[in-house]
């Protein structure tokens, strides 16, 4: 059984911090690309960072350049994403995404809210 099961969100003040991990499990995670995407409410889901299978290489949002960073650990079968400087616009629910050819698994999300 597929599953991805992120954690790390929560309240955070303007210029904090957080480090959001999605943990898979029920597939081979080594071989699938690895996304973070975010969802305001009302707003559609957009591509926030990701990292390629294999040689590891990043792309990130415009909006998130500079402040957040992706990494992934295969060994522990874990995607995370590093958020510096977080700001209220930064505020959504992130999901993680595998991704492989046409397979695609999403996680059930894990909300961010940055206010003071």
């Known amino acids: 059984q597929v599953q991805l099961v992120e954690s790390g969100g929560g309240l955070v003040q303007p210029g904090g911090s957080l480090r959001l991990s999605c943990a898979a499990s029920?597939?081979?995670?080594?071989?699938?690309?690895m996304s973070w995407y975010r969802q305001a409410p009302g707003k559609e889901r957009d591509l926030v960072a990701s990292?390629?299978?294999?040689?590891?290489?990043?792309n990130y949002a415009d909006s998130v350049k500079g402040r957040f960073t992706i990494s992934r650990d295969n060994a522990k079968s874990t995607v995370y994403l590093q958020m510096n400087s977080l700001k209220p616009e930064d505020t959504a629910m992130y999901y993680c995404?595998?991704?492989?050819?046409?397979?695609?698994?999403w996680g059930q999300g894990t909300q961010v809210t940055v206010s003071s």
């Open positions: 990292i390629t299978s294999g040689v590891y290489s990043t």
């Open positions: 029920g597939f081979t995670f080594s071989l699938y690309a």
């Open positions: 995404l595998a991704r492989r050819g046409s397979g695609r698994y």
